[in-house]
């Protein structure tokens, strides 16, 4: 019966999830998406973000813009698009947006001249002690 109700509850949240503002959207990656060896797992974290944002000590649009740099840094279309809606609601600017954009492309720039280089990573480490 526990199992029941939990795949009920699950079911009901992966349609809707609020997200850090409290508006809610469509989640079309949780439930219908996850493993049901995966016994729920997945779609609890999901439905934990905007908890997490709100007591991770950053308002929603920075919140929303780490992840949108995270996304364009895995060159992620599905959560660019979802991240760079959440950001504008939560008031990002369009500078803010192409920053954390371009934050995400020259951190990854370097690591890949980094990474080709085989630059000695003990002296990298040095140089910020």
Same mark, same amino acid.
């Given at each position: 019966?526990?199992?029941?109700?939990?795949?009920?509850?699950?079911?009901?949240?992966?349609?809707?999830?609020?997200?850090?503002?409290?508006?809610?959207?469509?989640?079309?990656?949780?439930?219908? +998406?996850?493993? &049901?060896?995966?016994?729920? =797992?997945? @779609?609890? /974290?999901?439905? *934990?973000?905007?908890?997490? !944002?709100?007591?991770?000590?950053?308002?929603?649009?920075?919140?929303?813009?780490?992840?949108?740099?995270?996304?364009?840094? +895995?060159?992620? &279309?599905?959560?660019?698009? =979802?991240? @760079?809606? /959440?950001?504008? *609601?939560?008031?990002?600017? !369009?500078?803010?947006?192409?920053?954390?954009?371009?934050?995400?492309?020259?951190?990854?720039?370097?690591?890949?001249?980094?990474?080709?280089?085989?630059?000695?990573?003990?002296?990298?480490?040095? /140089?910020?002690?």
């Amino acid at each position: 019966m526990k199992k029941i109700i939990l795949i009920t509850i699950s079911l009901i949240f992966s349609i809707s999830f609020l997200n850090a503002d409290n508006h809610i959207k469509t989640n079309p990656i949780t439930t219908p +998406m996850e493993p &049901e060896a995966f016994l729920g =797992a997945y @779609t609890e /974290m999901v439905l *934990k973000m905007a908890e997490f !944002q709100k007591r991770s000590g950053f308002d929603a649009k920075t919140f929303e813009l780490f992840a949108l740099s995270a996304a364009a840094g +895995m060159k992620c &279309e599905y959560c660019i698009v =979802a991240h @760079t809606a /959440m950001a504008k *609601k939560a008031g990002a600017t !369009q500078e803010e947006i192409k920053t954390a954009i371009m934050v995400a492309g020259v951190v990854s720039l370097n690591s890949t001249v980094m990474y080709g280089n085989q630059y000695n990573q003990e002296k990298w480490r040095k /140089m910020f002690e």
